[in-house]
């Protein structure tokens, strides 16, 4: 089993409390004496004016039952002494690019997930350590001595599981979740504490008496999806450590148009989500149009009011430029990803892009693709159109016309 298993391994290396620790080092280097990952304390808005959120807190801050984006002032009754520090996204991100470049300098199999957090691949630089554990163990030692803050680091054969891992005992630890380490050492756990299971998730979970992530995992997976829809399928494959995923690395070379908003109020309902996604997709196809380009690949990233990011990505069976189109793959996506907490932030990206002029070179497999699709749309049965049609071609160039002659504002789809 263990040679079998072992062909891919994954490390996720998450720095600790990354705001508050990131504070609390550049305050020790600044000769300050207390540091704040030993008391109580958090990242947030105003003391004095009690406002704000929690971005990020101490452990002893978490002992008094404070949560990551509850309001300061919800904080400062559970724990009057807390002391709040405000936010330095300025030297926040020069920490995240130290910790960054000495990854890179590891090697370049390395997937960002956050300003704080990322995946890497640790099977092609295997044979330069002992175990990965001792390799674990280095790139903690480094960064803890060298950069002045402490990681966690997760270590399995799937990514999600070594997410998991990760999120275990803290800080600056090292833990493995292996595929046949999950009966013991996941399935315990609350459903709540499994990747991408949110509050209303667990909710839902907890009336069909699902407590457990092991009471998830053996849950019939019609029962799952009748209540969650393909979110619970998700939730059901994480829970019994089902990830085929890769570390995704992208060259800084790499092509790319994309565009993200972050919404005055949280979204808290899809139609809503589905607008502002259109909204992105025009300016999207907007820019892809502008420079001669389609795209074979585009991704959705969520990010919600906990500052949590996730993003999916998939594959196009053929190019596509128009907003429809780039609409009609986002949102399978997005209601895959989407766990139904509050979204902070949406974005949309078109990725490998191939000049609009090149001719498409169809093979039997997409007649057939393109057959289905067109039956399925006959009888009802498909929610979205993934291909750019003559007839979204010919409305995109219109509108863009109107736009060009009259201003952005002159013309608006209905949704």
Request: glycine content about 6%; overall charge negative; hydrophobic content about 40%.
């Amino acid at each position: 089993m263990f040679g079998e298993t072992m062909d891919n391994i994954f490390f996720h290396i998450d720095v600790n409390s990354a705001f508050l620790s990131w504070t609390a080092s550049e305050k020790l280097n600044k000769g300050e004496t207390l540091d704040l990952r030993t008391v109580p304390a958090i990242i947030g808005g105003d003391r004095d004016k009690r406002h704000g959120i929690v971005l990020a807190k101490s452990i002893p801050a978490k002992r008094y039952g404070i949560e990551t984006a509850e309001p300061v002032a919800s904080a400062l009754r559970k724990c009057p002494g807390l002391i709040v520090a405000a936010p330095d996204f300025r030297m926040y991100s020069a920490k995240s690019h130290a910790m960054f470049e000495y990854l890179y300098s590891l090697t370049s199999d390395i997937e960002p997930a956050s300003i704080d957090e990322c995946y890497l691949y640790y099977t092609p630089i295997a044979h330069r350590y002992e175990s990965p554990l001792a390799a674990a163990t280095m790139i903690r030692d480094h960064i803890r001595e060298t950069l002045g803050f402490t990681v966690n680091i997760g270590i399995s054969d799937r990514k999600v599981l070594a997410k998991m891992a990760s999120d275990f005992q803290k800080p600056d630890k090292t833990h493995t979740l292996y595929s046949w380490e999950i009966k013991e050492k996941m399935w315990p756990l609350p459903v709540r504490d499994l990747f991408l299971c949110g509050k209303s998730a667990a909710a839902a979970l907890s009336k069909l008496e699902i407590k457990t992530i092991g009471d998830l995992a053996t849950t019939d997976l019609s029962v799952l999806t009748s209540h969650l829809k393909s979110h619970g399928k998700t939730l059901w494959e994480f829970a019994n450590g089902i990830d085929d995923s890769m570390v995704v690395t992208e060259p800084p070379e790499a092509k790319g148009i994309g565009n993200s908003t972050t919404v005055e109020r949280d979204i808290t309902d899809r139609a809503e989500a589905s607008r502002v996604l259109f909204s992105l997709c025009e300016s999207v196809s907007d820019r892809l149009h502008k420079h001669g380009f389609k795209s074979m690949l585009v991704t959705v990233e969520i990010k919600y009011s906990n500052f949590r990011s996730c993003s999916k990505q998939a594959g196009l069976p053929a190019p596509i430029e128009t907003a429809d189109a780039l609409h009609g793959a986002i949102m399978p996506l997005f209601d895959e990803l989407w766990n139904s907490d509050p979204i902070r932030l949406l974005g949309v990206r078109a990725t490998k892009l191939v000049d609009s002029s090149e001719p498409l070179q169809m093979s039997i497999f997409d007649f057939e693709a393109e057959k289905k699709a067109t039956d399925d749309a006959l009888s009802g049965l498909s929610e979205s159109n993934i291909t750019d049609s003559e007839r979204s071609l010919k409305l995109e160039n219109a509108l863009r016309e109107i736009r060009g002659r009259f201003g952005k504002d002159s013309v608006k789809r209905g949704l």
